[in-house]
């Protein structure tokens, strides 16, 4: 799946429940100047279950 890097890319507090391939792919995106990086669907689903709704992006 794709995700916006400024979205996700630019809040530090998701950091923590991010799981490390989806950081990654939202860097190395932010890093070649894309706008969307291709995540796993997994990683997301995983790191939107475990972080509370005050850290997540609005």
Same mark, same amino acid.
């Given at each position: !799946? @794709?995700? $916006?890097?400024?979205? %996700? ?5 998701? *950091? *923590? *429940? !991010?799981?490390?391939?989806? %950081? $990654?792919?939202?860097? =190395?995106? %932010?890093?070649?100047?894309? @706008?969307?990086?291709?995540?796993? =669907?997994? $990683? %997301?689903?995983? !790191? ?5 709704? $005050?850290?997540?992006?609005?």
């Amino acid at each position: !799946m @794709e995700i $916006d890097v400024n979205t %996700f890319y630019n809040c530090q507090r998701l *950091y *923590y *429940y !991010m799981p490390r391939p989806l %950081f $990654d792919a939202l860097e =190395a995106a %932010f890093l070649a100047g894309r @706008e969307r990086a291709e995540v796993s =669907a997994a $990683d %997301f689903a995983k !790191m939107k279950e475990e972080a509370p709704a $005050d850290v997540w992006p609005e």
